[in-house]
């Protein structure tokens, strides 16, 4: 398939040896069996891990099995047919219009465009990172996503073709990325960059809203 981006390897890593390696470590693959794994999932789920992130955890575990299972190594997949807890709580409520408005209103200038760009594009985290100023055409009224920016790794070409688009710029943005261009005038090559010139910290856009 096509190559995983460098956070989602971190990620599988992280789970790897936190939770399988102690568990299924000293194992052979041949002797890992549904019974086992769904005792993990049961075990997992008696602690306060949310049922996303159980379901998260097996994730590095069916891909090692499928691997294994198209080399023609093992004959069975214990990953299959497994019952894994439900999240049951309710979806966050999405704001409302005025709502987004009052609370865009409320951050300074620096905070307020990034999250504009969040509400009024639809651009994920790694996306607003990687935003440069040649990914932007005001006159054409668009902005073309071609990067994610991973903290690590940097900039990194999105996992499929289908993250490569063109995002139209709605009105309601343009006026304030004009003025923001013209503050900027060629200080740094991201549109949403921090005082030093490189892609904002999302941890503390995060914080600012809370």
Same mark, same amino acid.
Request: with cysteine; hydrophobic share 40%; proline share 7%.
């Given at each position: 398939?096509? =190559?995983?981006? =460098? ?10 040896? $936190? ?7 000293? @194992?052979?693959?041949? $002797?890992? !069996? ?12 008696? !602690?306060?891990?949310? =049922? ?7 994730v590095? @575990? ?10 023609? %190594? ?13 999240d ?28 504009? /760009?969040?509400?009024?594009?639809? @651009? ?5 990172? $990687? ?11 668009i902005?073309?996503? %071609? ?20 995002? =139209?710029?709605?009105q ?15 200080? !740094?090559? /991201?549109?949403?960059?921090? !005082?030093k010139? #490189?892609?904002?910290d999302?941890? #503390? ?6």
């Amino acid at each position: 398939g096509e =190559p995983y981006k =460098p956070s989602a390897i971190r990620g599988y890593d992280g789970v790897i040896r $936190a939770i399988l390696v102690p568990e299924f470590g000293h @194992l052979r693959l041949s $002797a890992i !069996t549904r019974k086992r794994v769904q005792e993990l999932v049961d075990k997992l789920a008696r !602690t306060d891990i949310a =049922p996303a992130t159980v379901a998260n955890a097996l994730v590095p @575990l069916r891909v090692i099995y499928r691997r294994a299972i198209d080399r023609e %190594e093992i004959h069975s997949n214990p990953t299959e047919r497994l019952r894994l807890p439900r999240d049951r709580r309710t979806r966050e409520r999405i704001a409302e219009p005025r709502e987004v408005e009052a609370l865009l209103a409320a951050l300074d200038e620096k905070h307020r465009l990034i999250w504009s /760009f969040a509400v009024y594009t639809g @651009l994920r985290k790694g996306e607003l990172r $990687a935003l440069r100023w040649e990914n932007i055409d005001l006159e054409a009224g668009i902005l073309k996503v %071609e990067h994610s920016y991973d903290p690590v790794a940097g900039l990194v070409s999105p996992k499929s073709e289908s993250g490569r688009r063109r995002v =139209p710029i709605p009105q309601v943005l343009a006026p304030e990325l004009v003025a923001h261009m013209a503050r900027q005038s060629g200080q !740094t090559e /991201f549109v949403l960059a921090n !005082t030093k010139g #490189n892609p904002f910290d999302g941890s #503390n856009v995060y914080r600012v809203c809370h």
